[in-house]
């Protein structure tokens, strides 16, 4: 006949998904640790828990030596063979029994809070052992109740905590009701349920896509990468491996029906899905979608800085309400994007022109003063003298006197 402790430890084992030897060895803790406050002694004590009469006995080890230096813990050669015969040697250990029925209430609930301790630890390490390689994966939930703005939901028999700062803006919950959620992480030391999950991580979405398009779950079309302002809007790169596969066009699905199905279970999340280049400037301009870009040029390579030109009427939809879309743009591009209009672009170039022609104007302006305005120490050479020409006359230059001595000649 099975002993009833026993039945109740291998239920309680099942219940909290741990082994049964795990409560077992809890209960021999427990029973040691109240003996020791009981005898307050110095005895090396042992337990064993009995799975026939379920009851756990105790008992006082001792080690034979030749010269007892310590009686509590060692005993003589002589005595030990007085007590079993010629079979005890040195160096063996001989088990004295002593009695547990005499611990009392005190080292009886001391035992019971050791049990409960143990038991909790080690359903918090099958929980870390069972988690801790799940993160990152989509779970459905539901939800149990709310603490402080955190809401509790069970993952089976588990709980786990969605907190506030996780939970989506745009979104409501009520007891009862069957979430999906992304497991972010999993705490050892939590007070509270241990498992972290999330409704705002881009891996939801990634998850959910993996879910909903063949071509992502079967690798034909990539995702290489997320960004998400929960609630509001999202944007997500695609790539497909095959020519022939459209990516965007696979992640929409006929009609919309697979983009729709996420923007549902994300409660009308907006998505854009935009193709993934390896070029910076093509990436960029597809990440800016829905507007259409005019111009894109790379203002400094190694800060990762661009400027991006669109027409008047796209640059509202370029920037987005409150500059959403430019910024998820620059998340999934990993480029800090300048964005201007076209007319603003305009301006700005003739602004430097006009610095330009200005800069000009003024090294000619300072050239002309300095020939027109020589050293008044300097005395004009023979053939320095300044000559007026009209129009088709060449002057002789080096010969100022010339006419006149032709007239004196006359």
Known sequence: MVNPLLQTIEALAKEKGIEAETIITAIEDAVLTASRKYYKTNENLKTRFNQETGQVDLFA??????????????????????LYGEEAEVDM????????????????????????????????EHIYAEYNDRVGEVINTMVKRFESGDLIVEIGRVEAVLPRKEQSRAESYTPGERIRTVIKGVNRGAKGPQVVLSRTDPALLIKLFEQEVPEIYDGTVVIRGAVREAGDRAKVAVYS??????????????KGTRVQAIIRELRGEKIDIVEYSEDPISFVMNALSPAKVQHVEIKDELDRIMEVVVEDSQLSLAIGKKGQNVRLAAKLTGWRIDIKSD????KEVEAQFGALEAGDASESGETSDMEAAPDAGDAPEVGDAPVDVAAGDEPAVGMPDAAANAGDEK
């Open 61 to 82: 080890i001792k080690h034979i030596v030749t010269e007892v230096t310590n009686p509590e813990t060692e005993i003589s050669l002589s005595e030990a063979q007085g």
């Open 93 to 124: 250990e001989i088990e004295f029994p002593k009695r547990t029925d005499v611990l009392g209430r005190i080292a009886a609930q001391t035992a019971k809070q050791v049990i409960f301790q143990k038991v909790r630890e080690a359903e918090r």
């Open 343 to 346: 007319e603003e672009k305009r």
């Open 241 to 254: 491996r095959e020519r022939d596969v459209d990516p965007v066009g696979a992640c929409v699905g006929m």
